[in-house]
């Protein structure tokens, strides 16, 4: 699924800027140190092969406009994880996707 949104990420740096990529790789970064920090937290394996919260972090960060801060980015894509998805216990487990 990761793949399917390369696309749009193209489209969006060249209709709007370099930011967009950005923007993709901070939020995606920042899910994954959520995931690994959550894993941490919890003293659990951490699932290198679980994509779905850098999967949800992309999807959120291209529906926000180019010029928006970063903080707010960060913010967002770790309440999302950490309420989403972590909150509800993890992997395939909570009951609505991010």
């Known amino acids: 699924m990761l793949m399917a949104t390369v696309p749009l990420i ?23 140190a959520v995931d690994v920090a959550v894993s941490m937290a919890r003293r659990e394996a951490f699932d290198s092969a679980d994509h779905s919260s ?17 903080y707010i980015v960060i913010v967002s894509v770790c ?12 992997k395939d487990v909570y009951p609505f996707n991010l």
Do not use: D, Q
């Open 10 to 32: 193209v489209c969006g740096t060249v209709l709007y800027s370099a930011r967009v990529l950005l923007l993709c790789a901070i939020a995606m970064l920042t899910a994954k």
């Open 79 to 90: 309440m999302a994880v950490l309420v989403g998805k972590h909150f509800f216990g993890g």
């Open 54 to 70: 850098e999967l949800s972090a992309i999807i959120f960060c291209l529906m926000l406009p180019v010029n928006i801060p970063l």
